[in-house]
Nanobody, 114 residues
């Protein structure tokens, strides 16, 4: 069955960087559009970045120019490079299919201190 395993989160100071990775199994990864989502306490989960099977990308305005989504079809992974992090980026980050998410993984916590 499908499995999503996120990693790479941590505690970082404002202005710092983190690289998240998500290993995907159980789907035909190379044909799937994938997204990174995040959820902060008391807020709804939001879509942060999307990468298509053709490697086209889109980002929510708040992360444009700071985050970069990429994929490695040979390794069935989708990555999120996060630079110039801000305290408001603090959240649990998840990867999933787009536009129709499947079962959610455990996510990875990102905490940005001011």
């Amino acid at each position: 069955q499908e499995q999503l395993v996120e990693s790479g989160g941590g505690l970082v100071q404002a202005g710092g960087s983190l690289r998240l990775s998500c290993r995907v199994s159980g789907i035909i990864f190379r044909t799937a559009a994938m997204g990174w989502f995040r959820q902060s306490p008391g807020k709804q989960r939001e879509l942060v970045a999307v990468i298509g099977s053709d490697e086209s990308t889109n980002y929510v305005d708040s992360v444009k120019g700071r985050f970069t989504i990429s994929r490695d079809n040979a390794k069935n992974t989708v990555n999120l490079q996060m630079d110039s992090l801000k305290p408001e980026d603090t959240a649990v980050y998840y990867c999933n299919g787009y536009p129709i998410p499947r079962s959610w993984g455990q996510g990875t916590q990102v905490t940005v201190s001011s």
